[in-house]
């Protein structure tokens, strides 16, 4: 079965990185996007960006281009994201999702959503 | 880019019927398939809705969307409220190389 097993809580302090990991099991890593997504404590869904697993290829929102990297270890078949200079409102939940669409054939098995999601990690920025 | 807009929270008493819209703000809402997620306080979201109208297999068919072009909008469907649909729900749609999440809206049955 398809399982997204996410890192453990992290504690930071300000002006600090993050690294979160995301190991995928059940199916063909390279076969699917892996995107993040963060929610802040009490707030709503947020999208970061995404990973090609195969090429590597990543795509961010602008809200966070620049402060963010999304990478991935094909032979542990993990996704990271690593977020810089942490601020206090970077505290959050950081979600991994897989994205159903197929990158390679068969495609009859596509399907537009997050279709799995890791159980989040949460991440405290504090002083 | 675009925004999707959804109220803050809806409520209704169980076995009514509840209507969550989501509003897209430039481009037009059949421009891309929209789904819609429900999450439980704790946990991670689960698709209740894909592909503009498609049902996960078991999730109920209480569940079911609308689109209305006039409005430029979706509406997730809820029927014969139950206790355990009480949750936040956000849509969710995409474009070329970007995902969107609307703003979440909590669903209380009373």
């Known amino acids: 079965q398809v399982e997204l097993v996410q890192s453990g809580t992290e504690v930071k302090k300000i002006g600090a990185s993050v690294k979160v990991s995301c190991r995928a099991s059940?199916?063909?890593?390279?076969?699917?996007?892996i995107h993040w997504v963060r929610q802040a404590p009490g707030q709503g869904l947020e999208w970061i960006g995404r990973?090609?697993?195969?090429?590597?290829?990543?795509q961010y929102s602008p809200r966070f281009r620049g402060r963010v990297t999304m990478s991935r270890d094909l032979s542990v078949t993990t996704a990271f994201l690593e977020m810089t200079s942490l601020r206090s409102d970077d505290t959050a939940v950081f979600f991994c999702a897989r994205w159903g669409e197929r990158l390679l054939p068969p495609y009859e098995t596509s399907s537009s959503q997050f279709d799995f999601w890791g159980q989040g990690t949460l991440v405290t920025v504090s002083s | 880019n675009f925004i999707l807009t959804q109220p803050l929270s809806v409520s209704e008493s169980p076995g009514k019927t509840v209507n969550i819209s989501c509003t897209r703000t430039?481009?037009?809402?059949?421009?891309?398939?929209v789904q819609w997620y429900q999450q439980r306080p704790g946990n991670s979201p689960t698709t209740v809705i894909f592909?503009?109208?498609?049902?996960p297999s078991g999730v109920p068919d209480r569940f079911s969307v609308a689109i209305d072009g006039s409005s430029n909008s979706a509406f997730l469907i809820i029927s014969g409220l139950e206790a355990e649909d009480e949750a936040d729900y956000y849509c969710?749609?995409?474009?070329?190389?970007?995902?969107?999440f609307g703003g979440g809206t909590k669903l209380t049955v009373l």
């Open positions: 592909q503009d109208y498609r049902r």
């Open positions: 059940g199916y063909d890593f390279i076969d699917y996007y």
């Open positions: 430039n481009g037009s809402i059949d421009t891309k398939y």
């Open positions: 969710q749609s995409f474009d070329t190389d970007t995902q969107v």
């Open positions: 990973i090609h697993p195969d090429s590597g290829v990543t």
